[in-house]
């Protein structure tokens, strides 16, 4: 394995190297930035590549440069088969399990192409030739920013800066949550130098809510909040009969768990969503509660320490029981 340093000056050297940039499925702000700040990096290096996303992703995020060229890989299986087959180089941004991708995890281990992560979650996997991986950075953003400095800082751009501060913003919980270090506000002034409309970027993110998604949300906070006192806890769930009475679409469940944590004394906020095969469910904890420990340990996911994620093949209400089961051994970091 070796280190990202002189990755790029490999990567010039070579006539048209075929390079393949991807990230977890249903990518969020950080994956999807990440993932088109390189794109758009490479682009400005004269160096053709294509970003492929596992699956869809929320309209809100289309309005970031580059995102018009990029293949979903669910409704282009076969293309994106024959890419990842024939790539040079594989980056996979903001993911470190090859589960996160789904079927593409498969393809991605039997490529003959160098893999390269870039990533801040924890325990990463070792499925990769190039890293450049810290879990103290805010984001994956934030470490595409550092690459680009360490690569050529005088190839960065407003197209790169914009979608950088996308990722930077969302993974901070808008500058708010603990992962936010002096060293993030850094950098998020390096990038507003290149004159990019941060209010315009914030407005796209958290102001372009369909009505649809304003009632759900309305309605998951009213009728189907549970709040656990003894383990200050705060649990939300929905069914696939709500998903499809509110329209629900990619991206309108994004921050939802947030309104569980918000409630004064909450340690832990869950939110189960009951999605055909399977459960998935997204932790977020405040102080001493690791969430990723707890998804990890229960239903098969992972995350940070404060915002984590899982799975479970048992039904919603099986699930919840199982959830339930496993608060009295966490008592001492919930009480
Ligand atoms: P979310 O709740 O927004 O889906 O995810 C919160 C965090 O947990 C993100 O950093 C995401 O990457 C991680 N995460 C979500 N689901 C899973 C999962 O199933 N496995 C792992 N390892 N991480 C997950
Ligand atoms: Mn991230």
Redesign the pocket.
């Known amino acids: 394995m070796s280190n990202i340093l002189s990755l790029f000056q490999e990567i010039k050297k070579l006539e048209s190297p075929k390079i393949i940039i991807t990230t977890?499925h249903?990518p969020?702000a950080d994956a999807l930035g990440s993932s088109l700040g390189l794109y758009n990096f490479f682009m400005n290096a004269g160096i053709p590549s294509q970003v492929i996303s596992p699956t869809d992703y929320g309209d809100f995020l289309n309005w970031m440069p580059g995102e018009e060229s990029i293949i979903n890989f669910e409704e282009n299986k076969l293309m994106c088969e024959k890419l990842i087959e024939e790539a040079d180089y594989i980056f996979c941004l903001?993911?470190n399990?090859l589960?996160?991708i789904n079927d593409m995890g498969g393809m991605l281990a039997k490529s003959k192409a160098k893999k390269v992560m870039i990533d801040h979650?924890l325990n990463p996997e070792s499925f990769y030739d190039f890293e450049y991986w810290n879990c103290e950075r805010s984001s994956t953003c934030e470490l595409i920013y550092e690459v680009i400095q360490l690569w050529d800082g005088s190839l960065m751009n407003k197209d790169i800066a914009q979608c950088l501060y996308a990722g930077i913003m969302t993974d901070t919980g808008s500058f708010r949550f603990p992962s936010t270090r002096p060293l993030t506000h850094v950098v998020v002034s390096e990038l507003l130098k290149f004159n990019i409309d941060h209010h315009s970027i914030h407005e796209c993110i958290f102001d372009s809510s369909t009505e649809s998604r304003i009632k759900f949300t309305g309605y998951v906070i009213s009728q189907k909040l549970e709040v656990i006192s003894e383990y200050h806890i705060a649990l939300m769930s929905v069914t696939q009969d709500e998903l499809t009475r509110y329209d629900v679409v990619t991206g309108d469940t994004?921050g939802l768990?947030n309104y569980g944590l918000s409630i004064k004394g909450i340690k832990l906020a869950v939110l189960f969503i009951d999605r055909k095969h399977l459960v998935k469910m997204?932790?977020r904890s405040k102080g001493d509660f690791p969430a990723?420990e707890f998804?990890?340990r229960y239903f098969?996911?992972?995350?940070?320490f404060h915002?984590?994620?899982?799975?479970s093949e048992l039904t919603l209400e099986e699930t919840i029981v199982k959830f339930k089961n496993a608060l009295p051994e966490w008592a001492h970091l919930l009480k």
């Open positions: 977890h249903k969020d903001d993911f399990a589960s996160r979650h994004e768990v997204s932790f990723n998804a990890s098969k996911g992972g995350g940070h915002a984590a994620g899982g799975q």
